[in-house]
């Protein structure tokens, strides 16, 4: 159990939906990131957060946004979703930038 | 934008067999991580490296950073089934923004 948190563990939904997937990081974690997992492209990085602000920013689409709360939790919004968002979504967690990483155990969307 | 690139993409051993997987950058990496994705799980950190040339064990792996810090290696000698997992590679690219960027990491399946 890496202390990191996700929910929901899978998620079914139709195109067009909107959905939004929460994280908790570790105790004491300040960084936050998100993942996405899908079997052609490996580990995509989304984005990270550090104590509430955006630090940085990978392959994310306009139709998905992130934050994270002062209580340091994060939520991933998607929204307009296609088929091709199918994935496992992980959210991770360090104790800074350089750190290694904590991973959740992920939440799997399926789009139909 | 920049990726490690890691080779193989798929390996199949026999219990007891050496493996190794190769993780390659065209630039000069500030560090480099290594994780484990069992089937069914989230990545779990093993290791960290930094300095040229640095040689890191734990137990039966071994992890080496070059010494122009563009490649680094993980060794598992003897294989056992509890080895099989994705092993990816992560690069820290540094600068103004800090992101974790993963290979596309090696799957390793052991034959008992």
């Known amino acids: 159990d890496s202390g990191v948190t996700q929910t929901p563990k899978h998620l079914i939904t139709a195109t067009g939906q909107r959905v939004t997937l929460r994280c908790s990081p570790r105790?004491?974690?300040?960084?936050v990131y998100w993942y996405q997992q899908s079997l052609d492209q490996g580990l995509q990085f989304l984005i990270q957060y550090y104590n509430g602000e955006e630090r940085a920013k990978g392959n994310i689409l306009e139709r998905f946004s992130a934050q994270q709360f002062p209580d340091l939790h994060s939520e991933l919004n998607l929204s307009s979703l296609e088929l091709g968002d199918s994935a496992l979504y992980f959210c991770a967690s360090s104790a800074g930038t350089g750190s290694s990483l904590y991973f959740g155990p992920g939440t799997r969307l399926t789009v139909t | 934008g920049q990726q490690v690139m890691q080779i193989p993409q798929y390996q199949h051993v026999q219990e007891g067999e050496d493996f190794t997987t190769y993780c390659n950058s065209s630039t000069t990496l500030s560090n480099i991580q290594w994780y484990k994705q069992r089937p069914g799980g989230h990545p779990v950190f093993l290791i960290q490296l930094v300095k040229s040339g640095e040689v890191k064990k734990q137990k039966r792996l071994t992890f080496q950073f070059g010494e122009a810090k563009k490649n680094s290696s993980l060794h598992i000698t003897a294989t056992q089934t509890t080895d099989v997992g994705t092993y990816f590679c992560a690069e820290l690219s540094g600068g103004s923004n800090y992101k974790l960027t993963f290979g596309k990491g090696t799957l390793l399946t052991v034959n008992p």
């Open positions: 105790s004491g974690d300040l960084s």
